[in-house]
T-cell receptor, first 114, second 117 residues
């Protein structure tokens, strides 16, 4: 079955560490997105990519980096520059002309700073 | 530019009662509108969508929503709440650019629905 896989489900980071969250899709979608979710703040867009080897900053890109070397994969790195990284991170994908069908979401990664 | 406002961060209903979750949008172009549901520690699941066809949209689990352009609203309703409806609900808007754009979804702040027995 097609879908989006995020891993790991839970991740713990020490102060000053970089960590990478994985997002893989087999839906043949061109566009992929990373959102951060905090209680009471909805979903905020971190980065998005509409084609391989290209990506754009979203509303809260500072302290994060991404790559899009393959259509299926869009990993997110939370760097030590991100001051408050503890959050629930959601990856999503969508296709050209398919925004009328919305996005498909992964099951999320909960990141905690220890 | 587009934005979504969900009125009420928490809504509480009794089992069997009407569910009404409010969403107002702002968009400079004709919008696509969506409702998503999220259960704890899970991703978002699409409930229903408005894509400029019928203004009354029926979704999964007995939910429906009506697009009212004059009121810029897209409220979510369900005639009779069930305990399993307890979750967080998100309204989202995307520009209607037909088949020429990926668009971007802009989400509301979310509404947590509690269902009492």
């Amino acid at each position: 079955d097609g879908g989006i896989t995020q891993s790991p489900k839970y991740l713990f980071r020490k102060e000053g560490q970089n960590v990478t969250l994985s997002c893989e899709q087999n839906l043949n979608h061109d566009a992929m997105y990373w959102y951060r979710q905090d209680p009471g703040q909805g979903l905020r867009l971190i980065y998005y990519s509409q084609i391989v080897n290209d990506f754009q900053k979203g509303d809260i890109a500072e302290g994060y980096s991404v790559s899009r070397e393959k259509k299926e994969s869009f990993p997110l790195t939370v760097t030590s520059a991100q001051k408050n990284p503890t959050a629930f991170y959601l990856c999503a994908s969508g296709g050209l002309g398919l925004t009328n069908y919305g996005y498909t979401f992964g099951s999320g990664t909960r990141l905690t700073v220890v | 530019a587009q934005s979504v406002t969900q009125l009420g961060s928490h809504v509480s209903v009794s089992e069997g009662a009407l569910v009404l979750l409010r969403c107002n949008y702002s968009s400079s172009v004709p919008p696509y509108l969506f409702w998503y549901v999220q259960y704890p520690n899970q991703g978002l699941q699409l409930l229903l969508k408005y894509t400029s066809a019928a203004t009354l949209v029926k979704g999964i689990n007995g939910f429906e929503a009506e697009f009212k352009k004059s009121e810029t609203s897209f409220h979510l309703t369900k005639p009779s709440a069930h305990m399993s409806d307890a979750a967080e609900y998100f309204c989202a808007v995307s520009p209607n650019a037909g088949g020429t754009s990926y668009g971007k979804l802009t989400f509301g702040q979310g509404t947590i629905l509690t269902v009492h027995p």
